[in-house]
């Protein structure tokens, strides 16, 4: 994941999270959980610069991965695009955050090494 040139500030990353996801168009895929790997890009409202090396003034990127792993295990989407977008939204009110890309890959098709979405959402401006 990169982000544009026209965006700057720190960029924290988590790639690959691994979630077990009852997800899929057919109801006979959905009844059963399958692999999926999610990757989180997040620029901080609060610049590295001015955390002070507190932890409390950060966005703790466990507490990250632990949100991602439970939304995804208590949702049941027909659309890997309908998750990543829930997913986006739900980190950018939870976190102090301003924007995020989000990338999820589904692990499908044999033949396939994965088919993936990615967002990018912003903070609005108030």
């Avoid at 895929?29 to 003034?57: H, K």
């Avoid at 990543?84 to 939870?94: C, S």
Wanted: charged share 30%; proline share 4%.
């Amino acid at each position: 994941m990169k982000a544009g040139p026209e965006y700057l500030g720190d960029v924290i990353r988590i790639e690959q999270i691994e979630v077990l996801a009852n997800i899929g168009v057919p109801d006979d895929e959905r009844s059963q959980r399958q692999r999926l790997t999610i990757s989180v890009a997040f620029w901080p409202r609060q610049s590295g610069a001015g955390l002070n090396d507190d932890i409390a003034r950060a966005v703790n990127y466990a507490e990250v991965c632990a949100e991602v792993r439970s939304l995804v295990q208590e949702r049941r989407d027909r659309l890997i695009e309908t998750l990543a977008d829930a997913l986006a939204n739900h980190l950018l009110a939870t976190f102090a955050i301003d924007r995020i890309v989000i990338e999820i890959r589904k692990f499908i098709f044999p033949e396939v090494k994965f088919v993936s979405i990615t967002v990018t959402r912003e903070r609005p401006v108030n």
